[in-house]
């Protein structure tokens, strides 16, 4: 069973970090992208960064400059360093990733992590 694991979310205060982590499991032949959504409460589900298999990034306009994904290919993992919180960067962090799988390349999402920053 491929499944996607997020860790780390929690409560902060406005100005502090987090990191956030994802770990790929099951029977997997091969990342391709991997990123990370977010939804705040109320609003739709929003591209906060993503990271190609040869590490290319991009990043949400918001976020830009405060936040560095990072990806791990031999352990499969995916991370989201979060710097300078902010109360709109409260919601529940998905991690994604496309993977190859007995040979179809599919998309994946994990369950989510809960942010909150606290004015």
């Known amino acids: 069973q491929v499944q996607l694991v997020e860790s780390g979310g929690g409560l902060v205060q406005t100005g502090g970090s987090l990191r956030l982590s994802c770990a790929a499991s099951?029977?997997?032949?091969?990342?391709?992208?991997m990123g990370w959504y977010r939804q705040a409460p109320g609003k739709q589900r929003e591209l906060v960064a993503g990271i190609t298999s040869g590490g290319t990034t991009n990043y949400a306009d918001s976020v830009n400059g405060r936040f560095t994904i990072s990806r791990d290919n031999a352990n499969n993992m995916v991370y989201l360093h979060m710097n300078s919180l902010k109360p709109e960067d409260t919601g529940v962090y998905y991690c994604?990733?496309?993977?190859?799988?007995?040979?179809?390349?599919?998309?994946?999402w994990g369950q989510g992590t809960q942010v909150t920053v606290s004015s």
């Open positions: 994604t990733a496309r993977m190859l799988i007995t040979g179809i390349m599919r998309n994946f």
């Open positions: 099951g029977r997997i032949f091969a990342i391709n992208s």
